[in-house]
């Protein structure tokens, strides 16, 4: 059975080396919009939505959240983010996002300057690694990288990768060939709201994020409502 998951995972991340550079044209450029619910024990607690812009060989994909805890009516948390991913010509080029935690700000922000990239963020700022992508988990891309840059607030994250294997999963009473991914902090040192530790699932066919699931003061899961 080990085997077996091994030489699935290699053969996967085989064929995704073809696509490099332009896994988002070859990938999703027939994608215009992906929106998700999200659940916290099992209770519909908001939406995430991506919508996907282009204009001829150039992507921007706008990112909306929205989600609220409550118990008998009484909003204990509250939060909202928005963001802007660039692409030109398949290849990253910029990322912006601001975020609303129970009016605590905060921001993110990577650009581009004389050929290197650098991160404006509210819990880093400085250059960013020369080997990085945004964490975001529309784009399957991310299971090739070590590090990703946290969306909320600039976060340079050291991340291992690990291919749980392939699983039948129903949503919204469709059914799915998927491939389960495991996320998880490099630094196993760092507090438990700063570590990752995250499920996540891609369509084997189309690989379209179909859900997502982790452990933080509950059990959240993101679930695919529809995609266009």
């Known amino acids: 059975m080990i085997k077996k998951l091994f030489l699935l995972a290699i053969l996967f991340l085989t064929q995704l080396s073809f696509s490099s550079a332009f896994a988002h044209v070859l990938h999703y450029q027939k994608l215009n919009k992906l929106e998700f619910d999200l659940f916290r024990n099992d209770q519909l607690i908001g939406q995430h939505?991506?919508?996907?812009?282009?204009?001829?060989r150039n992507l921007t994909v706008h990112g909306k959240i929205n989600f609220e805890i409550k118990i008998l009516d009484i909003t204990l948390y509250r939060y909202s983010a928005e963001s802007q991913e660039k692409y030109v010509n398949g290849k990253f080029e910029s990322f912006s996002a601001t975020t609303n935690q129970n009016e605590k700000?905060?921001?993110?922000?990577?650009?581009?300057?004389?050929n290197k990239f650098f991160?404006?963020?509210?819990?880093?700022?400085?250059?960013?690694?020369?080997?990085f992508i945004v964490g975001s988990w529309?784009?399957?891309?991310?299971?090739?990288?070590?590090?990703?840059?946290s969306t909320g607030s600039g976060r340079i994250i050291k991340q291992n990768v690990s291919f749980v294997g392939k699983e039948a999963i129903e949503i919204n009473n469709k059914?799915?060939?998927a491939l389960k991914f495991n996320f998880s902090s490099k630094d196993q040192s760092l507090s438990k709201d700063k570590k990752l530790n995250i499920d996540v699932w891609y369509d084997e066919k189309t690989l379209i994020w179909?859900?997502?699931?982790?452990?933080?003061?509950?059990?959240?899961?993101?679930?695919?409502?529809?995609?266009?």
Do not use: C, M, T
């Not at 939505?49 to 001829?56: D, H, K, M, P, T």
């Not at 700000?105 to 004389?114: G, P, Q």
């Open 49 to 56: 939505i991506y919508v996907f812009n282009r204009s001829g």
């Open 175 to 177: 059914e799915y060939s």
């Open 119 to 131: 991160i404006e963020g509210s819990s880093y700022k400085g250059e960013a690694p020369e080997d």
């Open 138 to 149: 529309w784009n399957h891309s991310i299971i090739k990288y070590g590090i990703q840059i």
């Open 105 to 114: 700000k905060k921001f993110s922000k990577i650009y581009k300057k004389e």
């Open 210 to 228: 179909l859900k997502s699931s982790y452990k933080k003061k509950g059990n959240w899961e993101y679930r695919l409502r529809s995609f266009e």
